[in-house]
Structure formats: structure tokens, C-alpha cells
Nanobody
């Protein structure tokens, strides 16, 4: 069974940076997958933050564009989310997600919606204080 394991969350002050990592278990065809980062705060729906497609195309929500960068290392089966200039509004649980066959969803609005993904990590908390 495929597993996604996130790490790198924590508490920072406004203006600070964090890098989230998501390791995908072996046996997953990482190079053909769509990978994404989504976040959720209590009482709100989960929202797509950033996505990276199998051809390297990236997309971001307007709220993080210019501050966050998604990248992946195929050799390490790892996806990263570099978060700079963090704001209190970025406080949320961050989830890594994957769809094994990126070509099936690549034409959809991006970053992709939660229902576009098939596998989820357990989440990592990010807290930004003012």
C-alpha cells in the first residue's frame, strides 16, 4: 500500500520560512504521478496550495504564489514545499497528496482539488505567529 509521509512542519514567526517534505513509499511510480500540497484549517474545506505534474509543470493558489515553491526529487521519491514569507494566514494542517496517473487529471484546474487525488499523507502542522 502506498504511503505518503510528511515532515517539516512547525512553528515560526511571520516572515519566516519552512520546508515541508513528503516521502512516497517505494513501489509507487513517482515519475508518472501528480503530486500536490493542500492545507486545511478547522471549520474550513481543504484547499489546494501547490501541485507539480509529471512533466514538471507547477501551479499555485493565488494566496501563496510568489512565496511558496513546490519541487520534487525523483531519485528520492520526495516532494518538497518551500514556504517563504510566511504569514499567520498560512497557519494550517498541510497534507501531501498524489494521483498515480497524472495524465488523467492534468487538464483539470490546478492546483488540483482534493477530490482529484487518490492517496494522502497524515498531515503536518504549520503555525505562523504574528
Amino acid at each position: 500500500q502506498v504511503q505518503l509521509v510528511e515532515s517539516g512542519g512547525g512553528s515560526v514567526q511571520s516572515g519566516g520560512s519552512l520546508r515541508l517534505s513528503c516521502v512516497v513509499s517505494e513501489g509507487y511510480t513517482f515519475s508518472s504521478a501528480c503530486m500536490g500540497w493542500l492545507r486545511q484549517t478547522p471549520g474550513k474545506e481543504r484547499e489546494g496550495v501547490a501541485a507539480i505534474e509529471s512533466d514538471g509543470t507547477t501551479s499555485y493558489s493565488d494566496s501563496v504564489k510568489g512565496r511558496f515553491t513546490i519541487s520534487q526529487d525523483n531519485a528520492k521519491n520526495t516532494v518538497y514545499l518551500q514556504m517563504n514569507s510566511l504569514e499567520p494566514e498560512d497557519t494550517a494542517m498541510y497534507y501531501c497528496a498524489a494521483h498515480p496517473r497524472c495524465t488523467l487529471i492534468s487538464g483539470r484546474p490546478s492546483p488540483f482539488e482534493p477530490h482529484d487525488y487518490r492517496t494522502w499523507g497524515q498531515g503536518t502542522q504549520v503555525t505562523v505567529s504574528s
